[in-house]
């Protein structure tokens, strides 16, 4: 299985998922220049003025760490496009990674068939969410040069198939890069998804608990009192399936166990607005291994140490 150039010499086979509203700068430098893929929404520059402020940022800083450390040079970074009609920037945010040469460009929900060439037109690489079989094999057509295999008990919208059923049945046919997505916040469990058949593991609960996530301090700390029953999995707040953390539905309000019935396209419950990612935090059921808030500088050093030390006591 051949990876990208551009993903060859990460220093630990990660990519930093995409964190709506949480991913900025910060955080993302900080990811690639400790040596894996850093991400973010484009959605997250508000107002789409900003994008352009990040792009310009995010390079300019991962050049000048390239040219200062010449033997640890930074990973690439990837902006992530949501490709639906409600997605009105998309056309100007594409036109902005296209001028900065964005290196990885993860898309969602919809097949990237229009996003796919205009990225490889600049030497890009596109990697597309995926749940099912059949969305892997929509998004091959389309021309993606990766998948990330959205497993169960993944953070945010989610699908349900375990990842030893879905990465074998999609490596049926797809020979090329998969990331794996699901529960994912140790270096061991790094390890795994690659002994089951993936190149990358796609992480991101893990680094919502971190100083540089954009993430209000209580949801951070909520994630370090949590364990896996205490994610919630429900199509209520976006109409569709995803995870969350039961306390913050709590705290808006809310019987997880008893969820009212929810107005088409509405968040409106009495006098209250229940806004997903705002009021109710997302996360995955890999929640019970993480006791820190930690720089992602750091928890990364502790993910390749865990990775390595698992190596080790495997090969002894």
Same mark, same amino acid.
């Given at each position: *299985?051949?990876?990208?150039?551009?993903?060859?010499? &990460?220093?630990?086979?990660? @990519?930093?998922?995409?964190?709506?509203?949480?991913?900025?700068?910060?955080?993302?430098?900080?990811? #690639?220049?400790?040596?894996?893929?850093?991400?973010?929404?484009? !959605?997250?520059?508000?107002? $789409?003025?900003q994008l352009e402020e990040w792009l310009e940022r995010i390079t300019t800083e991962l050049k000048a760490h390239d040219a200062a450390n010449p033997e640890s040079k930074a990973a690439p970074f990837a902006v992530n496009q949501i490709i639906h009609k409600s997605n009105d920037?998309?056309?100007?945010?594409?036109?902005? #990674?296209?001028?900065?040469?964005?290196? *990885?460009?993860?898309?969602?929900? /919809?097949?990237?068939?229009?996003?796919?060439?205009?990225?490889?037109?600049?030497? %890009?690489?596109?990697?597309?969410?995926?749940?099912?079989?059949?969305?892997?094999? +929509?998004?091959?057509?389309?021309?993606?040069?990766?998948? @990330?295999?959205? #497993?169960? %008990?993944?953070?945010?919208?989610?699908?349900? &198939? /375990?990842?030893?059923?879905?990465?074998?049945?999609?490596?049926?046919?797809?020979?090329? =890069?998969?990331?794996? /997505?699901?529960?994912?916040?140790?270096?061991?469990?790094? !390890?795994?998804?690659?002994?089951?058949?993936?190149?990358?593991?796609?992480? %991101?609960?893990?680094?919502?608990?971190?100083?540089?996530?954009?993430?209000?301090?209580?949801? +951070?700390?909520?994630? &370090?009192?949590?364990?896996?029953?205490? @994610?919630?999995?429900?199509?209520?707040?976006?109409?569709?399936?995803?995870?969350?953390?039961?306390?913050?539905?709590?705290?808006?309000?809310?019987?997880?166990?008893?969820?009212?019935?929810?107005?088409?396209?509405? *968040?409106?419950?009495?006098?209250?607005?229940? $806004?997903?990612?705002?009021?109710?935090? %997302?996360?995955?059921?890999?929640?019970?291994?993480?006791?820190?808030?930690? =720089?992602?500088?750091?928890?990364?050093?502790?993910?390749?140490?865990?990775?390595?030390?698992? $190596?080790?006591?495997?090969?002894?």
């Amino acid at each position: *299985m051949s990876k990208p150039d551009i993903l060859k010499n &990460l220093r630990l086979p990660v @990519i930093g998922a995409p964190l709506f509203i949480i991913s900025n700068p910060d955080l993302v430098i900080a990811q #690639c220049t400790s040596g894996v893929v850093g991400s973010f929404p484009a !959605l997250n520059a508000r107002p $789409k003025e900003q994008l352009e402020e990040w792009l310009e940022r995010i390079t300019t800083e991962l050049k000048a760490h390239d040219a200062a450390n010449p033997e640890s040079k930074a990973a690439p970074f990837a902006v992530n496009q949501i490709i639906h009609k409600s997605n009105d920037r998309l056309q100007h945010d594409m036109d902005l #990674c296209a001028r900065y040469r964005v290196p *990885m460009i993860i898309t969602s929900l /919809s097949a990237p068939t229009e996003i796919a060439p205009r990225a490889h037109d600049w030497g %890009g690489v596109v990697f597309h969410d995926v749940i099912s079989v059949r969305h892997a094999q +929509k998004a091959i057509e389309a021309g993606v040069d990766g998948l @990330i295999l959205v #497993c169960a %008990g993944a953070g945010g919208h989610a699908g349900t &198939l /375990s990842p030893f059923a879905l990465v074998q049945e999609v490596r049926k046919f797809w020979d090329g =890069p998969i990331a794996l /997505s699901g529960a994912i916040t140790t270096g061991r469990a790094v !390890l795994a998804a690659e002994a089951i058949g993936a190149d990358f593991a796609y992480i %991101g609960t893990r680094f919502i608990a971190t100083h540089e996530a954009r993430a209000d301090e209580r949801y +951070k700390h909520m994630i &370090l009192g949590s364990e896996a029953a205490d @994610i919630l999995y429900t199509p209520y707040f976006t109409g569709v399936h995803g995870n969350y953390l039961k306390k913050s539905v709590v705290n808006s309000g809310l019987n997880p166990e008893e969820l009212p019935m929810r107005e088409k396209d509405s *968040m409106t419950f009495g006098s209250n607005r229940v $806004k997903p990612w705002k009021d109710v935090w %997302g996360a995955g059921q890999g929640v019970g291994t993480i006791d820190e808030i930690l =720089p992602a500088a750091e928890v990364v050093t502790r993910l390749v140490a865990d990775y390595e030390a698992t $190596k080790r006591r495997l090969a002894a």
